[in-house]
Every structure is written in structure tokens, then in C-alpha cells.
């Protein structure tokens, strides 16, 4: 069992920045990827950014060059920063964790982009 808990959203200008944390806990040791999904008002969730065991990262095309995922295994966390940020980014952030059975998810975080 993965139990992940998400931080760090909130209401920021458009062209802001935020940084999301993503903490575990539980059998870490079975995570093989992490990641980010989206889901805004309307639209369905829609995978944001992943990054593998191994490091390697994988970006929506309309967040390339602006978010970074990263993790820190000293920490069990993962982090999500959001830099230039627009209104369409504008949604319910989910951190979640993939084992080779199970996906696990935390319970998402509201970013809103708005002047």
C-alpha cells in the first residue's frame, strides 16, 4: 500500500510560479514511476508529467519547457514546478504512484491562474 499526499497549490498570476509536493509513504519500494495528472472543469484528467525509478521524464507537450517534475528519494517526495504559468493550467492537480499491479493516487491539489 502507497499512500500520497499532495501540497503546494493555491491561486497565482498568470506568467507565477508554484511548486506541488508529492509525499509517500507506505511500500515505497514497489513505486516503478510517479507522475501528475490534470483535470480541469469540463476536460478529463490528462497526464501532466512522469518521471521513472530511473529518472527519465516524460512532459504533455503544453507544459514542456515550462513545468519540471523532479524526485527526491531521500524524502519520498516528488515535486512538480510550474513556472510561466497560464489560465489554461488552471485545475485539480493529482500526484500519482505506479507499481507493477496498482496505480495509487493522492487526493489533488487546486491550481487557479487568474488575475
Same mark, same amino acid.
Given at each position: 500500500?502507497?499512500?500520497? !499526499? $499532495?501540497?503546494?497549490?493555491?491561486? !497565482? /498570476? ?18 516503478? &514511476?510517479?507522475?501528475?495528472?490534470? /483535470? ?5 484528467? $490528462?497526464? !501532466? &508529467?512522469?518521471? @521513472?525509478?530511473?529518472?527519465? @521524464?516524460?512532459?504533455? +507537450? ?9 524526485? +527526491? ?14 489560465? $489554461?493550467? @488552471? ?5 500519482? &504512484?505506479?507499481?507493477? @499491479?496498482?496505480?495509487?493516487?493522492? /487526493?489533488?491539489? /487546486?491550481?487557479? !491562474?487568474?488575475?
Amino acid at each position: 500500500q502507497v499512500h500520497l !499526499v $499532495e501540497s503546494g497549490g493555491g491561486l !497565482v /498570476q498568470p506568467g507565477g510560479s508554484l511548486r506541488l509536493s508529492c509525499a509517500a509513504s507506505g511500500s515505497i519500494f514497489s513505486i516503478a &514511476a510517479m507522475g501528475w495528472y490534470r /483535470q480541469a472543469p469540463g476536460k478529463q484528467r $490528462e497526464l !501532466v &508529467a512522469a518521471i @521513472t525509478s530511473g529518472g527519465s @521524464t516524460n512532459y504533455a +507537450d503544453s507544459v514542456k519547457g515550462r513545468f519540471t517534475i523532479s524526485r +527526491d528519494n531521500a524524502k519520498n517526495t516528488m515535486y512538480l514546478q510550474m513556472n510561466s504559468l497560464k489560465p $489554461e493550467d @488552471t485545475a485539480v492537480y493529482y500526484c500519482y &504512484a505506479g507499481t507493477s @499491479t496498482v496505480v495509487y493516487w493522492g /487526493q489533488g491539489t /487546486q491550481v487557479t !491562474v487568474s488575475s
